[in-house]
């Protein structure tokens, strides 16, 4: 476990690394001199962490061997929990950032699910430097526009106000969510929950959306086979987004079918580098 200081407060933003494999993993360059694959760095969907979300697919055969980094956001999992960060996406992001150059990974390959893919959107943006190439998980393009119970991802948690969700609310979201959510989203500071939920609910100027479609590196974007084509599909490949469908599998697409996961994953991480 590394971790790096990403606010004036001194909280910090703590990740799982794995070292990448050497100089047999990197490929001839010029000179004969051996060149190292980028980083690669998973981010997490709300109230998830990215060791236990991505931990298989990071050391399966065909994902492992750049070094990787296991991302755990603000609020989340390892890292820190402040309560007087707002945790929108754009600080997030930002904070993010921080973390990624005190970790020395810049040009990385950013894998991201959900609401990570929504934060790795604006940390290609803010910060393009960071960024070569981005692989999102059934993530989150649009403000959410359907209201729902309390309790039902996103939406429902955003239907409390903070107040209510910290006086009780959350117990309403832990009897309403999984076991195997819960066991990543009780890590979490309810103020980050909350107001993480809230933000990607409200959305962002600039939508998330139209930043990525126009950024200048390759895109992809994997999506469950059940659900069918993600909104906007042929805009996004107007715009050079690849849009892969992963059979067999929800939401947490990693999670409920590896295989397919890693081999739509190798496929996006080994495309041309032009979008």
Known sequence: MRDAVVTPDGDRMRWVEIPGGGGDSGTAGQGGRTVQPPPRVYVHGLGAGSPAYFAAAATHPLLAGPRSLLVDLLGFGLSDRPTTFDYRLESHADALATALRAAGATGAEVV????????????????????????????????????????????????????????????????????????????????????????????????????????????????????????????????????????????????????GFAAATAEALAAPGAP
Do not use: K
């Open 112 to 259: 991201a699910h959900s609401m990570g893919g929504t934060v790795a959107v604006h940390l290609a943006a803010r910060h393009p430097e960071l960024v070569s190439r981005l692989v999102l998980v059934d993530a989150n393009l649009d403000p959410g526009t359907t209201p729902a119970p309390p309790g039902a991802g996103s939406s429902g948690i955003a239907s409390f106000t903070e107040e209510e969700f910290l006086a009780g609310g959350w117990r309403e979201v832990r009897d309403a969510v999984s076991p195997a959510w819960w066991a990543t989203m009780r890590l979490a500071g309810l103020e980050a929950l909350h107001r993480s939920a809230v933000h990607l609910v409200r959305g962002t100027t600039p939508s998330m959306r139209d930043l990525l479609l126009t950024l200048p590196i390759p895109r992809t974007y994997l999506h469950p086979t059940p659900d069918g084509p993600p909104a906007g599909t042929p805009g996004l490949r107007a715009a050079g987004v690849t849009v892969t469908a992963v059979p067999d599998c929800g939401h947490n697409i990693m999670l409920d079918n590896l295989p």
